[in-house]
T-cell receptor, first 112, second 114 residues
Framework: TAGITQAPTSQILAAGRSMTLRCTQD?????MYWYRQDLGLGLRLIHY???????GKGEVPDGYSVSRANTDDFPLTLASAVPSQTSVYFC???????????FGQGTRLTVV | AQTVTQSQPEMSVQEAETVTLSCTYD???????LFWYKQPPSRQMILVIR??????QNATENRFSVNFQKAAKSFSLKISDSQLGDAAMYFC???????????FGGGTRLMVKP
């Protein structure tokens, strides 16, 4: 079925290590987003991309980087993980005049 | 930049009763889209209801309805005949007209008492 696939679904990562969270969509949406959701809180925007080849910083971009080499993929990289990056990460996509924005199932990341 | 505010961190409702969740937003656009998403413990994001700003009529989906006040920039969600399965986090979200900026409120945790 069409949608967004995130990988991995969960991960335990040692502090100081790097990691890339993967996000792939098959709906050809131009806009994609990465959010983090901390326990009991809302979704905060980390980075976004309006179209392939462009990216922008959201509310909490420090410690994260993204790339958008093509329309379908929007990976999120933590260069050197810290415990404060323990969170659930959601990838999402949208397009003009959509009935809804689409979400991946989330990645639970624990940095120890 | 758009902002979305949910002023109620937690709400509680008795089963079969009605509850209203509040949401306000700030924007300079005239056309945009507003959503309510439900997030159960499974953490899946589920679309509850959608409203296009150019439509004056309030959206309704079964037991869920909205009160969209464009001039006041208010977008509340009313849940009628609350059910135990309605217990979840609810997020209000704004999507700009270009469809490339999606902003969320902080969420409201809804508890349903049997």
């Amino acid at each position: 079925t069409a949608g967004i696939t995130q990988a991995p679904t969960s991960q335990i990562l040692a502090a100081g290590r790097s990691m890339t969270l993967r996000c792939t969509q098959d709906m050809r949406h131009n806009a994609m987003y990465w959010y983090r959701q901390d326990l009991g809180l809302g979704l905060r925007l980390i980075h976004y991309s309006n179209t392939a080849g462009t990216t922008g910083k959201g509310e909490v971009p420090d410690g994260y980087s993204v790339s958008r080499a093509n329309t379908d993929d929007f990976p999120l990289t933590l260069a050197s993980a810290v415990p404060s990056q323990t969170s659930v990460y959601f990838c999402a996509s949208s397009a003009p005049r959509l009935t809804e924005a689409f979400f991946g199932q989330g990645t639970r990341l624990t940095v120890v | 930049a758009q902002t979305v505010t949910q002023s109620q961190p937690e709400m509680s409702v008795q089963e079969a009763e009605t509850v209203t969740l509040s949401c306000t937003y700030d924007t300079s656009e005239s056309d945009y889209y507003l959503f309510w998403y439900k997030q159960p413990p499974s953490r899946q994001m589920i679309l509850v209801i959608r409203q296009e700003a150019y439509k004056q009529q309030n959206a309704t989906e079964n037991r869920f309805s909205v009160n969209f006040q464009k001039a006041a920039k208010s977008f509340s969600l009313k849940i009628s005949d609350s059910q135990l399965g309605d217990a979840a986090m609810y997020f209000c979200a704004y999507l700009n007209n270009a469809g490339n900026m999606l902003t969320f409120g902080g969420g409201t945790r809804l508890m349903v008492k049997p």
